[in-house]
């Protein structure tokens, strides 16, 4: 499925990121105003290609795709976690 992928535009959490995903003939205006109203104000991101069983950083696929075939979007939350670390640590 070719998808269309929206982030929110400030994180709630550092680090934390939400992200809203609609078929790609659809728009963030699609989605009803109340989970937009949630979400917060949204950047279109990227649009990709996604398919059952795919893996993918920071994505459930199959999640995103159960979503999408239910309501017609997809909310996805994704945390990042970046660690520094001394050489004689790794």
Sequence with gaps: MHVKIFK???PQVPGKFTFLVVPIEKDADSVPANIRNKLGELVE???LDIR????RI???VDKILRQINK???AIQRTEVNIREYAMGDI
């Design 71 to 73: 309501n017609g979007y």
């Design 45 to 47: 991101f990227k649009h």
């Design 52 to 55: 059952p069983g795919e893996k």
């Design 8 to 10: 929110a535009r400030t």
């Design 58 to 60: 920071g994505a459930n």
